[in-house]
């Protein structure tokens, strides 16, 4: 089914024909890291990461606010009630009124000039005194159908319960974390060319294996045809060997198109044009015997993994968040200060001009009752705390189990590759006496095939021994986390 899939993307695909592209196994992991879109995004995670960090850096910092505004009222603010304002608009005419009546019994016997002058000497007076009311009537107006207000404030945090200094911890965290995580997008980019890498090379490996077989049935097919030709064998040993050969040809087409698609992967990985033709360094070499080094020159260490790394980040962060809701009970201070203008202003009788005044406080903050609701959240964050603690703790055993069955698959492919060079020897020195014989004539063509396919496996494991050991490498460097 792989193969089927391989052959229909292989039809839809197009291949290029431009020169062909050399690539070192470290070539291709440049360029992998620079192109990998989740590399680029971790990488933007972490500038976030670095900016929230200084902005919560400045909660230490005094703010500096201005306001403004204006606003408009259908109705002006009265330190007068009505009565008041009539009282006082008509001070001089009921003082006159008063006064009339009370000097009445005493001017009745005066002759009608000194009343007449006495009556217009009081309604001169009676005009002074309405004319002052009605001033100070007009003196008590506000004129508040039309204000303007500003302000400049100055705030300084003194004490909050150490939330500030929890907040910042935890933006250092989140930073920690964008960094870590960045770093496991990287160790499992790697991974992913490494595996495309050697995949590739793998299947190029086999082609000319399968090229190098396909010529071996090739040439005892042409013996086989001149024994029939001196009737030395049939027609069906004939046949018996074109099957061979056939087999040979699919096997190789197969190959080639596996290859292709490896290649086509490679590219896409690398951010190349997935139709551009290019070799690996590794495709020319004619070996890739090499055994690692021992597992036991490893050792594990906690800290390279950057998932435990995360992880621990989680169980910070958990600690960090229960230290800020705890502040939620405790006292906050803060000291503020500031100047505010208004029009009116009211330090000098609501006059229609800008005055300001400058203030200067301290803001106490004591919670006093919440039914609970702070107790119940910082226990909530404790219980997150825990559970962020015991899945570190199990990732902390996965990892060590990872580790031992990475070293134990490491052991097995360098095992693999001995037995694999030994059967190889072995199919050699059986070819070339299957082959001798056949010339002789003292064994059958049926020999000589069974020797060519026992080699042909022999090489083909021998292929896959190679690269199991280098995958094996790569994935225990991956779960030590010393991928680089």
């Not at 596996?258 to 896409?268: A, D, E, F, N, P």
């Amino acid at each position: 089914m792989v193969q089927a899939m391989m052959l229909g993307l292989l039809m839809l695909l197009p291949l290029s024909g431009d020169a062909q592209r050399v690539l070192s196994l470290d070539s291709c992991r440049a360029m992998a890291l620079r192109n990998n879109k989740q590399m680029g995004v971790a990488k933007l995670k972490q500038e976030m990461s670095a900016y929230t960090r200084k902005a919560t850096r400045t909660q230490y910092l005094p703010k500096v606010n201005a306001l403004g505004g204006y606003l408009w009222m259908s109705r002006e603010i009265s330190i007068l009630n009505d009565d008041q304002k009539a009282a006082l608009s008509n001070l001089g005419t009921n003082t006159a009124t008063h006064l009339r009546d009370a000097l009445s019994p005493l001017t009745s016997g005066l002759s009608p000039a000194i009343q007449e002058k006495i009556g217009n000497d009081l309604s001169a007076f009676a005009g002074v005194l309405d004319h002052f009311g009605a001033g100070v009537v007009e003196g008590f107006r506000t004129d508040t159908r039309n204000m303007v207000g500003g302000a400049i404030t100055v705030t300084q945090p003194v004490f909050m319960g150490g939330a500030i200094i929890a907040a910042n911890k935890v933006s250092d965290i989140n930073e920690q974390m964008a960094a870590n995580s960045l770093e496991m997008k990287r160790q499992g980019t790697i991974y992913n060319i490494d595996q495309a890498y050697w995949n590739v090379v793998s299947l190029r490996h086999k082609q000319i294996l399968a090229e190098s077989y396909l010529d071996l049935v090739k040439k005892l097919k042409g013996d086989v045809q001149k024994m029939i030709n001196q009737g030395v064998a049939t027609k069906g040993d004939g046949l018996n060997v074109s099957v061979r050969v056939n087999e040979a040809e699919m096997a190789l087409t197969q190959v080639k198109d596996g290859l292709v698609l490896s290649k086509m992967l490679l590219c896409q990985l690398c951010g190349l044009p997935i139709d551009e033709d290019i070799t690996l360094a590794d495709e020319a070499s004619n070996s890739l015997n090499s055994l690692s080094p021992s597992p036991s020159q490893y050792s594990l260490s906690y800290d390279n993994r950057p998932e435990l790394k995360v992880l621990q980040n989680t169980v910070d962060l958990s600690k960090q968040t229960t230290n800020v809701l705890k502040a939620g009970n405790l006292p906050q201070v803060m000291l503020t200060g500031g100047y505010a203008i208004s029009n009116p202003n009211t330090f000098n009788g609501f006059e229609k001009k800008f005055g300001g005044v400058w203030n200067v406080g301290v803001l106490v903050r004591i919670p006093v009752w919440n039914w609970g609701e702070v107790k119940n959240k910082v226990r909530a964050s404790k219980v997150a705390t825990a559970m962020a603690n015991m899945e570190l703790d199990e990732a902390r055993e996965l990892i060590e189990l990872q580790v031992k069955q990475s070293s134990f698959k490491v052991s097995e492919a360098n095992k693999k590759l001995e037995m694999a060079n030994a059967n190889v020897a072995s199919a050699d020195e059986n070819l070339r006496m299957a082959n001798l014989g056949f010339k002789e004539g003292t064994v059958s063509y049926t020999t000589v095939m069974e020797a060519q396919t026992a080699w042909q496996q022999a090489q083909s494991q021998k292929i896959d021994a190679e690269i199991g050991v280098k995958l094996s490498e790569v994935e225990l460097q991956k779960a030590l986390g010393t991928l680089e």
